[in-house]
């Protein structure tokens, strides 16, 4: 059974950094992704990473979040910098057999619960 778990969330003030972290079962997906929701707005792409190593990310996070994964320990990991309160949400972890983009979220097959993560002023 597909299964995704996330952990590393938390409460940080601006500036700070978390890193979040997400064990998968061990399939190699052809393309792996984060992806948050906010209060009353839509889900989001943040980042994906695909079987190649390749990376992307929203305009809103360049530079300051990083995408990677670990094929021994079958984990893909989200370092997040210089929060700001407007990062501000659940994050998802999303896996997919074949994804047309990274950011479009239901181009995944599978999710993780998510983790919370708040950014204080």
């Known amino acids: 059974q597909v299964q995704l778990v996330e952990s590393g969330g938390g409460s940080v003030q601006t500036g700070g950094s978390l890193r979040l972290s997400c064990a998968t079962s061990g399939y190699r997906y052809n393309r792996m992704g984060w992806f948050r929701q906010a209060p009353g707005k839509e889900r989001e792409g943040v980042s994906g990473i695909d079987a190649y190593g390749r990376t992307s990310y929203a305009d809103s996070v360049k530079g300051r979040f990083t995408i990677s994964q670990d094929n021994a320990k079958n984990t893909v990991d989200l370092q997040m910098n210089s929060l700001k309160p407007e990062d501000t949400a659940m994050y998802y972890c999303?896996?997919?057999?074949?994804?047309?983009?990274?950011?479009?979220?239901?181009?995944?097959?599978?999710w993780g619960q998510g983790t919370q993560v708040t950014v204080s002023s």
């Open positions: 999303a896996a997919a057999r074949f994804a047309r983009t990274w950011y479009r979220a239901t181009d995944y097959n599978y």
